[in-house]
Structures are given as C-alpha cells and as structure tokens.
Nanobody, 124 residues
C-alpha cells in the first residue's frame, strides 16, 4: 500500500489544520492507521491512531482533546484534525499502517508502510 500524507502548512498558535492520509494500491481494510511526528531533536513520536474496520482510536496524552483522528471509507482516507495548535506541535507528520493490536499502536517499529511526511509549523 502506498500512503500520501498532505495538509501541512504554517499556522499561528491556537489555529487549526487538517492532515490527510490517502491510500493507493490497496485499501486500509485490515490495518490500523497511525499518525506520528518527528522533529530534528526528537525521535518519532506517536500522535494518534484509528482502526479502519470497526471502531477504536487512540491518542497521545499531549494531543488528547485537541486532535481528532477519523476516516472516510469512500475516499480511502484517514484524517487528523488538529485544533488549538501549539508551537510544540511543530514537526513533520507521518501516517503509517499496522496490523498489530491496540496496545502496540504507539510503537513506530510496529508499522509497515509509511507516507512521505508533511510539515506542520506552528508560530507563536
């Protein structure tokens, strides 16, 4: 499966952005889709994940209440709605897919395919 992440940009603190992760080649049907972020000084960090078939979402504590992960089956796309953005949310955001259980969704080594990343910059 090929993943295409998009929607990054520059926004002021308190603003919003919506990232998209579109799949091609095959659907997300058997996967959970995760969002991670990375900066030059931090390792890749889990942000959120959603199970494509059925329910189930998970969020990092740092984004709970501000970010929402969702899916659009018709478009074979997963979204990350980011509200109340903070300067510390600045990073390159990646989407990826995995088939592991819920408890391992926050482990980037458990993901098989990755998109190319999209840059989010939050200015203060």
């Amino acid at each position: 499966v090929q993943l295409q992440a998009s929607g990054g940009g520059t926004v002021q603190a308190g603003g919003s952005l919506r990232l998209s992760c579109a799949a091609s080649g095959r659907s997300f049907s058997n996967y959970a889709v995760g969002w991670f972020r990375q900066t030059p000084v931090k390792d890749r960090e889990f942000v959120a994940a959603i199970r494509w078939s059925g329910g189930g979402t998970r969020y990092a504590d740092s984004v709970k209440g501000r970010f929402t992960v969702s899916k659009d089956r018709a478009k074979n796309t997963v979204y990350l709605q980011m509200n109340s953005l903070k300067p510390e949310d600045t990073a390159v955001y990646y989407c990826a897919v995995t088939t592991v259980v819920f408890s391992s969704w926050d482990d980037p080594t458990q993901y098989y395919y990755w998109g190319q990343g999209t840059l989010v910059t939050v200015s203060s």
